[in-house]
């Protein structure tokens, strides 16, 4: 039941033969509407991976530069990866950040004799989206001294044949190449 209809049937019954009585419930009924369905979405602002317009207070309180132009899953993945990024880095915590940001299976090795760290994207095929924000996340976290590489995966001819497909039914199906790239066969 819509506030209007409760502020109504709260109302004595002679109220309903006056129009400006009508007019003030009415109008009065869609602004408490307005202000229940914002206590409704209120918890969802208290988390990062449902805030909508608390937003820019996460990026504010976490000292991440705003961009409004940046989709809203991008932006959460930022802060959320701010907040798995504290304390000593490990390679879970590099694991985290990443996976924070592509939501995909990702690997984490080390070349302890060339001071290196590599990221591979195992369940993303090219290059993620989003991939400055992610390098960003992760040489804020890194000890100085470690280079980050990072490793892309893409569909080989060898899983294509072993999918049994040919060029001539990926044609057939209207897949374009830029879909082959990010497919999973």
């Known amino acids: 039941m819509s506030k209007v209809e409760e502020l109504r049937d709260s109302l004595p019954s002679y109220y309903d033969e006056i129009m400006e009585m009508q007019a003030i419930t009415a109008a009065e009924g869609e602004e408490l509407d307005t202000v229940a369905a914002e ?3 209120l918890p969802q602002q208290f988390h990062p991976e449902t805030a ?3 937003m820019p207070l996460w990026e504010r309180e976490l000292g991440i530069p705003q961009d409004a132009g940046k989709p809203l899953d991008q932006r959460r993945s930022v802060v ?3 907040m798995r990024g504290s304390g000593t880095v490990t390679r879970a ?5 990443a996976v924070a940001y592509d939501k995909g299976e990702v690997e984490v090795s080390e070349d302890t004799e060339n ?3 590599m990221v591979t994207f ?3 095929r090219g290059v993620p989206a989003n ?3 992610i390098r960003k996340a992760i040489l804020d976290i890194m000890p100085a001294h470690l280079a980050v590489e990072f490793i892309f995966t893409y569909l080989t001819f060898g899983e294509l044949d072993e999918s049994g497909m040919t060029f001539g039914d990926i044609e057939a199906a209207g897949i374009t190449f830029e879909q082959l790239e990010k497919r999973h066969l």
Request: a neutral charge.
């Open 93 to 97: 915590m590099i694991e985290n950040v």
């Open 39 to 41: 206590v409704e979405r």
């Open 52 to 54: 909508t317009t608390a």
């Open 131 to 133: 991939l400055s924000d």
């Open 122 to 124: 195992i369940s993303t």
């Open 80 to 82: 959320i990866s701010k």
């Open 115 to 117: 001071y290196k760290v």
